[in-house]
């Protein structure tokens, strides 16, 4: 079945330079989340969509950062001059607006900042 | 306080053993509670949402504790194929459904 795509799956850019990683998420899912996992670290929210609208991202770490979601499905996360510390899994999940929301997981871009 | 918090870990346990997780949460208006499991280099996947009554799928049997901001995770008879980390997650109140995640709790179930 169709689940949350995300891509690429691998990235490596330079230090300095703009990137843009792509969320697809399950059809119908109206809730979208952006997450990094850097190593051995855990999950941590960078902003939260409801529809096209972002009613928290209060986790995003800097203004190089930002996200957009249009048409109420796909997802664009950029982060703008790249440094090294951006280096992690970015993770995107969905889920269903509700009491019990549970939310499915891409399976990740890579982002390497070398 | 952080949000959510969890056994640091990790855990190495012999198969067959009995295993439990525990967490709590500082948000007391939050709505929703669940557990998920980490494969090494994998995305995160459900395990099992966690109710007031306590809710119980085969080996594993999960609890919440709503007066105490606490939370469990229990595991029966432990196999290989357990071995993950675990992750506590807590979904806001209200009109708020951002999820939190604890840190996660590494399980490393041994033959």
């Known amino acids: 079945g169709a689940g949350v795509s995300q891509s690429p799956s691998n990235k490596v850019t330079e230090k300095g330079k703009d990137v843009e990683l792509r969320c697809d998420p399950i059809s119908g899912h109206t809730a979208l989340y952006w997450y990094r996992q850097s190593l051995g670290q855990g999950l941590e929210f960078l902003i939260y969509f409801q529809g096209n609208s972002a009613p928290d991202k209060s986790g995003l770490p800097s203004d190089r950062f930002s996200a957009e979601r249009t048409g109420g499905s796909v997802s664009t996360l950029t982060i703008q001059r790249t440094q090294q510390e951006d280096s992690a899994v970015y993770l995107c999940?969905?889920?269903?607006?509700?009491?019990?929301?549970?939310?499915?997981f891409g399976q990740g871009t890579r982002l390497t900042v070398v | 306080r952080k949000e959510v918090e969890q056994d640091p870990g990790p855990f190495n346990v012999p198969e067959g053993a009995t295993v439990a997780f525990n967490c709590t949460y500082s948000?007391?208006?939050?709505?929703?509670f669940f557990w998920y499991r980490q494969d090494c280099r994998k995305e995160p996947k459900l395990l099992m949402s966690v109710y007031s009554s306590g809710n119980e799928d085969g080996r594993f049997t999960a609890q919440l504790n709503r007066a105490s901001q606490y939370i469990s995770l229990l595991i029966r008879d432990s196999k290989l194929s357990d071995s993950a980390t675990y992750l506590c997650v807590v979904g806001g109140g209200g009109s708020n459904y951002k999820l939190t995640f604890g840190k996660g709790t590494l399980l490393t179930v041994n033959p």
């Open positions: 999940a969905s889920s269903l607006v509700g009491r019990e929301t549970e939310a499915f």
């Open positions: 948000n007391s208006a939050s709505q929703s």
